[in-house]
């Protein structure tokens, strides 16, 4: 019953920014753990970055720690991620997902809803 509909990515130099959205309905932000998940050619899609059920707690792979900053806008329904100091290994397919009364552990497979893919390509 929830719909996550997700925008933003692109292509952009090594070292740029961007900002992914996911904009879904009040539902998700009423116990659900909203994060972002990218995947890579050839790899299995990983945890990116998230917020708790109750959007107190954030989480971050080591991998963007730093770079990254997960946020939201309730009274848009929307969360945010804004990508910075890109690399060319982040470039991936992001998705957004959601996961009722998450996070359990961020992983792919305790997530109850997903978003389409955007593509983010990071150019040398």
């Known amino acids: 019953q929830v719909q996550l509909e997700v925008s933003g990515g692109g292509l952009v130099q090594a070292g740029g920014s961007l900002r992914l959205s996911c904009a879904t309905s009040?539902?998700?932000?009423?116990?659900?753990?909203m994060g972002w998940f990218r995947q890579a050619p050839g790899k299995e899609r990983e945890f990116v970055a998230g917020?708790?059920?109750?959007?107190?707690?954030?989480y971050y792979s080591d991998s963007v720690k730093g770079r990254f900053t997960i946020s939201r806008d309730i009274a848009k329904n929307t969360v945010y991620l804004q990508m910075n100091s890109l690399k060319p290994e982040d470039t991936a397919v992001y998705y957004c997902?959601?996961?009722?009364?998450?996070?359990?552990?961020?992983?792919?497979?305790?997530?109850?809803?997903w978003g389409k893919g955007t593509l983010v390509t990071v150019s040398t």
């Open positions: 997902a959601a996961e009722h009364l998450g996070p359990s552990t961020w992983s792919v497979d305790n997530m109850d809803y």
């Open positions: 009040r539902r998700a932000f009423s116990g659900y753990a």
């Open positions: 917020f708790g059920w109750s959007g107190s707690s954030t």
